[in-house]
T-cell receptor
């Protein structure tokens, strides 16, 4: 079963706007990662945030983590048409001590030029 | 520095056949994980190899097997293919000494079972 769950399932915005995606998970984690996937291709690693971190930035990306609520958010500022893709959160632990990744079903982002 | 590579890119098989997919990890990485991604879904963990042994396994039947070679490359084998095995198969590599599980993914192999 997949631990992460992204919200919304689909998001459509105009170029230049900000996009916010949320992720909820069920059990304790060591870290949470966000990935991007362009139309049926491989996943590109965007950012990793550790369980003892609350916020992290990378370029136009801002990720927050609230372990008390078991949730994370990904903010993409000043969106571009090239940001159109599916975005997945992945957690590293489903409570079993495993160190493989557990993915949600993703948010499909469309940026309209 | 080459990233994770996978071959072939696309593959078409018929039910009951067997298939082998291949993966070369990113330079310096020693751990390879395989994921299955059905259309419209997130990737699901199949298994992970480290030091040429299967270290962890997800909820997949024994028809799915793998191997890791001394150069850290890996193969995924699927026997007795079913229509439901049609998916994008992703390989990811990581380095166990990093202490956290940042994985780098290859472009995937698209398997179609007819």
């Amino acid at each position: 079963s997949q631990q992460g769950e992204e919200d919304p399932q689909a998001l459509s915005i105009q170029e230049g706007e900000n996009a916010t995606m949320n992720c909820s998970y069920k059990t304790s984690i060591n870290n949470l990662q966000w990935y991007r996937q362009n139309s049926g291709r491989g996943l590109v690693h965007l950012i990793l945030i550790r369980s003892n971190e609350r916020e992290k930035h990378s370029g136009r990306l801002r990720v927050t983590l609230d372990t008390s609520k078991k949730s994370s958010s990904l903010l993409i500022t000043a969106s571009r048409a090239a940001d159109t893709a599916s975005y997945f959160c992945a957690t590293d632990d489903d409570g079993t001590g495993a160190n493989n990744l557990f993915f949600g079903t993703g948010t499909r982002l469309t940026v309209i030029p | 520095d080459a990233g994770v590579t996978q071959s072939p890119t696309h593959l078409i098989k018929t039910r009951g056949q067997q298939v082998t997919l291949r993966c070369s990890p990113k330079s310096g990485h020693d751990t390879v994980s395989w994921y299955q991604q059905a259309l419209g879904q997130g990737p699901q963990f199949i298994f992970q190899y480290y030091e040429e042994e299967e270290r962890q396994r997800g909820n997949f039947p024994d028809r799915f097997s793998g191997h890791q070679f001394p150069n850290y490359s890996s193969e995924l084998n699927v026997n007795a293919l079913l229509l439901g095995d049609s998916a994008l198969y992703l390989c990811a590599s990581s380095r166990v000494s990093q202490g956290y599980n940042e994985q780098f993914f290859g472009p995937g192999t698209r398997l179609t079972v007819l």
